[in-house]
């Protein structure tokens, strides 16, 4: 079956623009997370949804960042003001529930901000 | 110091010898992760364990809850496993999150 996907795979925005981030997570999988990861590090926690409503959003580093998953399926990943220091891989995941369940990474996004 | 502490952060071995990364962790757990990563790739999982010890194929991993210690064991390794092994630890205390290790660079040379 369908994995999770990720669009787009790489996006060059300059310092300043809105850049959107989308996931399709794997279908009736109610958990999706998103992280970053900089070059050379591990994965950063910034968000996770149960359903439609964020469970925990305290990894997202400053207002800028936002995430929404209206319907419980698709989320979007939304960055104000984009900033060099936003450049890296952002990564979204999806489990069948939250907590001690496998979760199943999308490929991710190459965000660069020149 | 980081939640969760890998070692060692670089690793190259000849091919078919025995691998061994660690991982330690510094707070209450509910599951720990084995995750790998391609160069360029994206990020397969591996293990999801609790306790005790799971297999599959030649990769082996434990974990010992009261060491607050898990180890990802590669046995006969080959060049094509050559990738980043990261753990994550699924933080129990305060906010519920996926705490990630810093990863380990894996490289097997023929």
């Known amino acids: 079956g369908a994995g999770v996907s990720q669009t787009p795979s790489n996006k060059v925005t300059e310092k300043g623009k809105y850049v959107e981030l989308r996931c399709d997570p794997i279908?009736?999988?109610?958990?999706l997370y998103w992280y970053r990861q900089s070059l050379g590090q591990g994965p950063e926690f910034l968000i996770y949804?149960?359903?439609?409503?964020?469970?925990?959003d305290s990894g997202l580093p400053n207002d800028r960042f936002f995430a929404v998953r209206p319907e419980g399926s698709v989320s979007t990943l939304k960055i104000q003001r984009t900033e060099r220091g936003d450049s890296a891989v952002y990564l979204c995941?999806?489990?069948?529930?939250?907590?001690?369940?496998?979760?199943?990474f999308g490929p991710g996004t190459r965000l660069t901000v020149l | 110091k980081n939640e969760v502490e890998q070692s060692p952060q670089n690793l190259t071995a000849q091919e078919g010898e025995f691998i061994t990364i660690n991982c330690s962790y510094s707070?209450?757990?509910?599951?720990l992760h084995w995750l790998q990563q391609h160069p360029g790739g994206g990020i397969v999982s591996l293990f999801m364990?609790?306790?005790g010890k799971k297999k599959h194929g030649r990769l082996i991993a434990t974990i010992n809850i009261q060491e607050k210690h898990s180890s990802l064991h590669i046995t006969a390794s080959h060049p094509r496993d050559s990738a980043v092994y990261i753990c994550?630890?699924?933080?129990?205390?305060?906010?519920?999150?996926?705490?990630f290790g810093q990863g380990t660079r894996l490289t097997i040379n023929p």
């Open positions: 995941a999806s489990s069948l529930g939250s907590g001690g369940y496998t979760q199943y």
């Open positions: 279908s009736g999988h109610t958990a």
């Open positions: 949804f149960q359903g439609t409503g964020a469970a925990d």
């Open positions: 707070v209450g757990i509910s599951a």
């Open positions: 364990l609790s306790s």
């Open positions: 994550a630890s699924w933080i129990i205390q305060g906010a519920q999150k996926l705490v």
